[in-house]
């Protein structure tokens, strides 16, 4: 893997072409060269950057100021401005078909749609507020949108091409929290907050499919996430389980458990150690030169394989606070549907990856921090997780490794994000980002 | 080892002043801790002295006296000559003596034994004291143990309750928490709905407001509208279109359920060549002649068809068939194969752990069909010793179940039953003792009457023998007359005798037939005894008046006699000694 050069940002996207942005000015840049193609200027403080679908425009959006503006790449001159006024912004974002924009209002008053190709507006009242509130299918063609109304829920399928509405149905949720359509986009899957374990499946005329509950008193659902292949639907909830609902019956299928204690035998652990950098005496010399001092503050880690039992770092949690760092908070399908990867808040070091084909545990990364954010090449089974250390770490079947981002100082990776084509990932720390290329023949 | 120790007691006699001593031997005490007195004969020494402190040479004639005395009431003969007078009998004295010596002999040796029996009972006594101490103090130790124990028990019996009631506590928490959990949580949300209806309020007015304020001003500022992304125009919204979303969407969702069908009938049709192909392997791993599959007798009629059905099922466009019933025949057969063949797999490795213990014997293998049918009898068997085993619970449950008054009746019923059946029983028993004893006494009587009987034959025999001798003299006709009568009163005595005697257990006709037509006979013959009997009575009496007393009728009487009184009077002898 080889590394590009580190670059102030304070947004970024990367979808196709990493788009960054400071302070008010987006900066396009080539995703190979990471060469400067456009710059643009906004009037404010950008807050959120999103890439239409078809990479030919680029929304940048200002919550203060309540205004999105619409760039494009072909056009340099061309531009566009919403204003949402009085009304504010909350959460800006593209519709599937790459000419519409969705604004969310303050106070969630209400979902304003904007047409690029017509000067229509559609309004959507009484939107939802909760994290996933709006969802589109996959192929884009129709969006779901959670409302409320009387202090009751309820779902809108809109169509995408013409806006229209397509069903409105109650939920018989407590207070729902967010949907998600599978990847067939045939299935919409709702679930409650977390006081109430519940997941509904809906048909995608509205009818409900199935409706799963696995417990009733403790804290409930934490994540949830669809299999590539609609098959599976892995609900990760605060009891430190995941469960696996299959989609022919909507039952559950396996309960894949996180204990402190790995006893398995045929799970392979791979622990992070820390080697400290040999220096020869004789070397030191003073001053210190730079590259001296940078190889001996920065530190060396490595993965070494633990025999099983292996007892991982259990923090317990703190009784008293609300949404406590307790249960299955990340969950993430590889791309060809034969892994799941999870983190269980209580074990923060560990990323626990399981064999979808057989329901077994199947690998335990440990590491020296707590996990950040890991996501799954796009392409291929591979996994890249960052602790917030200045290494990146990737696992694949084959074995795993761990990846030092070159540079000066610290730089602490908090998120990473795959290229679409498998081939780079960037990886963001708190206001800088790197793009880290991969060569297909080298990723042991 | 002793030492002498003389003791003086006081005499008994008040007239002799002498001293009569004892000599008493202690033994040392280490050997023994009970004294004993000893009364040792005194060595040849003090003899001297022994019997010069009684006897002096002044008072011989009292001394001798004395002893005479004394000897006299001990019972020994006197040591004078005679009972008054001054003359010793030497040789009573030696006597005497010598009888002293023997009485000290035996004295010595019982008093031995008594000290011997002593010590022993002395030394049994100590180790019984020393058992019956040991003893107590084990009983102790128990007791005390048991008291520990005891008390051990009860803390933990009061523990364990303790815990019951710990337990019965947590729960009542857990339950009353749980209360209080949901109590909570509807209070929760019935609050958080009215702050929801609240709040919604307040959108409702913002938006009014925002709305209202909606000024001329553009919201969006658009350079140059762009094209749609597919190139398409935007269309209108008509109910037009929206048929025909709904139509799209239906599509949508009817695509996707064609997508799954297919694909699972691409699995069924994996799956079903997956078990035609296993089904093939097993039938050709199979033996040939148990090819054809072995269903119990309940298939009967069906069988054949199934035959046909699964041979029909091995062609190979049958599979595509996915009705139901062929599934299940397919899953059925194979599912038979399966069973067949690993039961003769396992007889395979019977065989073969058989064959390497050695001893392959042809007889112990059964051929399955019979096994199978064994199984399927033993299970019938099992299946109907169950339901046996069922019934007789229930009726032995419904005894038991009876509540008690019907019990005790039954009970009741059942003792007066066999209290019935005892006393019948008993009087059975009581009757058949009573007919035991009668014939009892029927027989004593008989053997009497055959001992007379007997006797009076032998007499007659004498008599006859005589009368003959006689009979060529003495003619006594004319006495004939007279006796008969008092002859005939003994016979109807003796003749009723008879009949009682026949009045028995058995058909009175046997010998009443032979009492009735014999009577004369009978009374003839006992005419015989009566005069046979009267003669030992009379033995003194003078012989020709006996003699000449039927002389012809004992003539007449003797032939009859002889020729078929004999038969007759042997006859009803047996008879008698019939029943």
Redesign the interface.
């Known amino acids: 893997a080889s590394f590009c050069r580190v670059f102030k940002i304070s947004y970024l996207n990367f979808e196709r072409f990493p788009a960054s942005c400071v302070q008010h000015r987006l900066v396009v840049r080539d995703a190979s060269t990471l060469q400067i193609l456009h710059l643009y200027t906004c009037t404010d403080q950008i807050q959120y950057i999103e890439w239409s679908?078809?990479s030919q425009?680029i929304l940048c959006a200002m919550y203060k100021r309540g205004l999105v503006q619409?760039w494009?790449l072909e056009q340099p001159?061309?531009?566009?401005?919403?204003?949402?006024?009085?009304?504010g912004l909350v959460a800006s974002c593209w519709s599937p078909?790459?000419?519409h924009i969705l604004n969310t209002?303050e106070?969630?008053?209400?979902i304003t749609v904007?047409?690029?190709?017509?000067?229509?507006?559609s309004y959507i009242k009484y939107p939802k507020a909760c994290q996933q509130g709006v969802a589109f299918t996959k192929d884009g063609?129709?969006m779901a949108v959670a409302e409320?109304?009387?202090?009751k829920d309820f779902i809108s399928i809109f169509?995408c091409r013409?806006w229209?509405l397509?069903r409105h149905f109650d939920t018989e949720t407590?207070?729902l929290f967010g949907i998600e359509w599978a990847p067939?986009?045939?299935v919409l899957a709702a679930w409650d907050t977390c006081?109430e374990y519940k997941v509904l499946l809906y048909?995608?005329?509205g009818r409900l499919l199935s409706s799963y509950r696995a417990y009733e008193?403790p804290l409930g659902i934490k994540s949830i996430a669809w299999s590539p292949s609609s098959q599976f639907l892995a609900i990760g909830s605060f009891d430190e389980k995941v469960r696996i609902l299959n989609h022919v019956t909507w039952k559950k299928i396996t309960e894949l458990e996180h204990p402190a204690v790995i006893t398995n035998k045929k799970t392979i652990v791979y622990k992070e150690v820390e080697k400290s950098p040999t220096l020869g005496t004789e070397r030191l010399s003073f001053p210190p030169t730079r590259a001296l001092a940078s190889s001996l503050f920065s530190t060396q880690s490595k993965y070494d394989i633990c025999q099983v039992p292996v007892s991982l770092n259990y923090i317990k949690p703190v009784a008293d606070k609300a949404n406590p760092k307790v249960g299955v908070g990340m969950l993430a399908f590889s791309a060809d549907n034969c892994f799941l990867a999870t983190k269980n808040d209580n074990i923060p070091n560990a990323v626990w990856i399981w064999d979808m084909r057989k329901l077994k545990l199947a690998v335990v990364l440990e590491q020296l921090y707590s996990i950040q954010c890991f996501q799954w090449d796009p392409c291929q089974p591979r996994l890249a997780v960052c602790t917030g250390s200045s290494r990146v770490y990737l696992w694949s079947p084959a074995g795993c490794v761990v990846v030092k981002v070159p540079g000066e100082g610290d730089f602490q990776i908090v998120s990473l994000s795959w290229h679409s084509s498998g081939d780079s990932m960037l990886l963001l720390s708190k206001d800088h980002f790197c793009v880290c290329y991969l060569e297909r023949e080298e990723v042991k | 080892m002793g030492d002498w120790r003389t003791v003086t007691v006081p005499l008994l006699s008040s007239d002799s002043k002498n001293i009569f001593p004892y000599t008493s031997e202690r033994k040392s005490p280490a050997s023994m801790s009970s004294e004993v007195l000893r009364l040792s004969l005194p060595s040849a020494k003090s003899m001297h002295s022994f019997f010069s402190a009684f006897c002096t040479e002044e008072n011989i004639e009292q001394s001798i006296s004395y002893i005479d005395r004394e000897l006299t009431t001990m019972g020994f003969p006197s040591i004078y000559v005679e009972s008054k007078g001054k003359e010793l009998d030497l040789v009573s004295m030696v006597n005497c003596m010598n009888e002293l010596l023997v009485l000290q002999h035996k004295n010595l040796r019982a008093q031995e034994e008594i000290e011997i029996q002593h010590l022993k009972l002395g030394s049994d006594m100590d180790h019984l004291q020393n058992c019956y101490t040991k003893l107590k103090e084990q009983l102790e130790l128990s007791k005390r143990e048991i008291v520990g124990l005891q008390e051990r028990d009860r803390q933990l019996q009061s523990k364990n309750r303790n815990l019951h009631q710990l337990l019965k506590n947590e729960k009542d928490e857990v339950q009353k928490l749980?209360n209080v959990?949901s109590s909570r949580?509807t209070q929760y949300?019935h609050d958080?709905?009215r702050k929801?209806?609240e709040y919604?309020k307040l959108?409702e007015r913002?938006?009014q407001l925002?709305m209202n304020?909606?000024?001329k001003?553009?919201?969006?500022?658009?350079?140059?509208?762009?094209?749609?992304?597919?190139g398409k125009r935007?269309?209108w919204?008509t109910d037009k279109?929206?048929a025909r979303?709904?139509e799209?969407?239906?599509k949508?969702?009817l695509s996707?359920y064609e997508q799954r069908q297919k694909q699972l009938l691409l699995e069924n049709t994996e799956l079903k060549k997956v078990l035609q192909q296993m089904k093939k392997d097993i039938i050709s791993l199979l033996p040939p002649q148990k090819q054809k599959p072995k269903e119990r007798s309940e298939d009967g009629p069906v069988l054949s068809d199934q035959e046909e059905d699964i041979g029909e099922l091995n062609k190979e466009n049958m599979w595509e068939l996915s009705c139901e019933t062929v599934r299940e025949q397919l899953t059925n057969s194979i599912r038979k194969q399966w069973r067949m063949l690993k039961n003769h797999v396992e007889k395979l490795d019977n065989q073969v752990s058989r064959g390497h213990s050695g001893a392959l014997n042809e007889k112990d293998v059964i051929s399955r069909e019979d096994h199978e049918l064994e199984t399927g009898k033993l299970e019938l068997e099992i299946q109907q010793c169950k339901e046996m085993i069922r019934t007789q619970q229930q009726l032995l449950q419904q005894q038991l179940t009876c509540d008690d008054d019907t019990t005790l009746l039954l009970q009741d019923c059942y003792l007066l039953e066999e209290r019935e059946r005892l006393q019948e029983e008993w009087r059975l028993f009581r009757e058949q003792k009573r007919n035991f004893e009668k014939e009892r006494k029927s027989f004593t009587e008989a053997a009497i009457r055959l001992g007379l009987e007997r006797k009076a034959f032998e007499e007659d025999r004498g008599a006859w023998l005589k009368h003959q001798f006689l009979s060529m003299t003495a003619d006594c006709k004319s006495e004939n007359s007279t006796t008969p009568s008092a002859f005939l009163r003994s016979a109807d005595t003796d003749l009723r005798l008879v009949r009682s005697a026949s009045q028995q257990k058995r058909p009175p006709s046997v010998l009443s037939t032979t009492a009735s037509p014999e009577p004369c006979q009978i009374s003839q013959y006992i005419t015989q005894n009566s005069v046979a009997s009267e003669k030992p009575a009379a033995d003194y009496l003078p012989n020709l008046w006996v003699g000449s007393d039927g002389k012809e009728e004992t003539e007449e009487c003797t032939k009859t006699w002889e020729d078929s009184g004999l038969d007759t009077l042997c006859r009803n002898l047996h008879m008698e000694q019939l029943p």
Do not use: P
């Open positions: 679908s078809d425009f619409v494009s001159d061309w531009h566009c401005r919403i204003d949402e006024g009085s009304a078909d790459g000419r209002t106070f969630h008053l209400r904007w047409s690029l190709c017509t000067k229509s507006v063609r129709y409320r109304r009387d202090c169509v013409n229209q397509l407590q207070d067939n986009g045939c006081l048909s995608l005329d008193w | 749980q959990i949580a949300n958080m709905k929801e209806r919604n959108k913002l938006h925002v304020k909606k000024d001003k553009l919201a969006m500022e658009v350079l140059n509208y762009v094209g749609r992304a597919d935007g269309a919204r279109t929206e979303n709904e799209e969407m239906y949508v969702l996707d």
